[in-house]
């Protein structure tokens, strides 16, 4: 056989004994009795650690003053002076800015005079009450001494009627003369008159009594109109000064002034379209407000601990809490206002500072934690997947709190315990796994220190 086909043929057959090595690798080795072995998974294994599990909700905010207030004019006035520019601190009450209004001074003295008026009137009718008071006394001092002059008259008039039968009997009888029976007659009738007078000065005596007391009356309601005279008069007067007190701006509340349209000589005019003389932000308090998704609504309450990071600031993280919710969502967002309220007694937290508000919602220290990738849910029951002796085996567990990277482990797993860390899912229970050890975190280069942004 010729050389160069010999040569063939020996490649030719080593080529065929390279392939079937080759198909040889792919198959699983046998056992002694025949029969493939099973695949080994090789698995990254976790234990179980203590963590603070937190669940938050952060959301962008800027902070704002807890009050601010448009000051505008009440009255109009020409500007006389003004003592507060921006940046001013000023305290509840502290005069800003006067008004000068000439007229509304005019009028409250004249105000202040009917009430010098008033009093004076109702002096006049004190003592014209008196004066009606003793009328009424001398009316009836003399009914009853009239009274009794009608007592005298019948007595007379009764013994002069029975002189008077006397006698006629006696003319009669022819003991006494005509001229005594005509004298007794006169007598008598003089009685009568008498009586008939006094009995006409009664009536004019107790007309009297109820004219006095009529003007009695009269008195006492003047008494009273000038009371009620004084009175109006007095909330004249207040409402005037009330108007005039507008002439003096004050700051509603300790704060520091924003912004100042105001100068002197300026003429005010009152409303609220105008534009204001000053705005004031008060200065102690600052407020953050986030929108709270709706997912996160139902568990942001008030008091919930929050973290406040400032833009402006980098590094400073203000605690605080949730001061109050708004309770009901707002329709067009589907969010829940939520306000926190920071104290600022050196006024460093300026309004108007981007914000980042991290409200903690619910928080377990301390607390047994897997890995969220360790977790596994199926039929509405939880599970992790242990490494025991070599074999995955499903460990059904009880699970709390979740922050979205650790979630706690109520029961289910000992801290010791080897867990897979994650794609466990596609693991039989009781399948053989071999383990193998997480990297390595890489070192910092040099130079570079680690730290939170």
């Known amino acids: 056989m010729p050389r160069t086909a010999l040569s ?44 603070t599990v937190r669940r938050s909700v952060g959301e ?30 000023v305290k509840k009450g502290q005069v800003i800015a006067e008004l000068s209004v000439p007229e509304l001074e005019a009028d409250v003295q004249q105000k202040k005079a009917a009430i010098d008026q008033a009093i004076a009137r109702r002096r006049l009718a004190g003592a014209a009450v008196k004066v009606a008071e003793a009328n009424v006394e001398a009316a009836r001092a003399n009914l009853t001494e009239v009274q009794a002059g009608i007592k005298r008259a019948e007595a007379d008039l009764v013994r002069w ?9 006696l003319f009669k009888d022819r003991a006494q003369t005509g001229s005594l029976v005509d004298e007794t007659r006169n007598k008598l009738h003089s009685a009568e008159a008498t009586r008939d007078e006094v009995t006409a000065q009664v009536t004019s005596a107790e007309v009297a009594v109820i004219q006095a ?130 104290p600022n007694p050196d006024a460093k937290l300026q309004p108007g500072l981007y914000a980042n508000a991290i409200i903690i919602a619910e928080e377990h220290p301390d607390v047994m934690t897997l890995p969220v990738t360790s977790i ?9 997947v242990a490494v025991v002796e070599g074999k995955a085996v499903r460990r059904p567990v009880r699970i709390g709190l979740s922050d979205g990277t650790r979630t706690e482990v109520v029961s289910g797993i000992n801290e010791g315990e080897a867990v897979i860390r994650a794609n466990a899912a596609s693991l039989a229970d009781g399948q053989v796994v071999e383990v193998i050890e997480p990297p390595l ?11 939170t942004a």
Not at 65 to 85: D, L, M, Q
Not at 379 to 384: F, I, T, W
């Open 8 to 51: 063939f043929i020996n490649g030719l057959a080593s080529v065929v004994i390279l392939l079937a090595m080759a198909a040889g690798c792919d198959r699983a080795p046998e056992d002694k009795v025949g029969q493939p072995a099973l695949r080994v998974t090789r698995v990254e294994v976790i234990h179980p650690e203590r963590h």
């Open 60 to 89: 962008p905010g800027e902070l704002q003053a807890f009050e601010t207030a448009t000051i505008h004019a009440r009255i109009p006035g020409y500007v006389k002076s003004w003592t507060a520019n921006i940046g001013t601190h």
């Open 161 to 169: 009627q029975a002189e008077f039968r006397r006698v006629e009997q």
């Open 213 to 342: 007391r009529a003007a009695l009356e009269q008195a006492h309601s003047d008494v009273g109109a000038s009371a009620a005279a004084i009175e109006v008069a007095q909330a004249e007067a207040r409402h005037a000064e009330a108007l005039l007190g507008f002439a003096r701006i004050e700051a509603p509340f300790d704060g520091i002034i924003i912004q100042r349209n105001v100068d002197t000589g300026d003429l005010t005019q009152p409303g609220a379209d105008r534009p204001p003389l000053y705005v004031i932000a008060r200065s102690d308090i600052v407020t953050i407000w986030v929108a709270i998704p709706e997912v996160f609504a139902p568990a942001v309450n008030p008091g919930d601990r929050a973290e406040v990071k400032l833009q402006a600031i980098p590094g400073r993280i203000i605690q605080g809490k949730v001061t109050r919710i708004s309770w009901a969502l707002d329709p067009k967002v589907r969010t829940l206002r939520a306000e926190i309220d920071i």
């Open 376 to 384: 596994l849910s199926e039929q509405g029951k939880d599970y992790c």
């Open 441 to 451: 975190p890489a070192p910092a280069p040099a130079g570079k220190r680690g730290g």
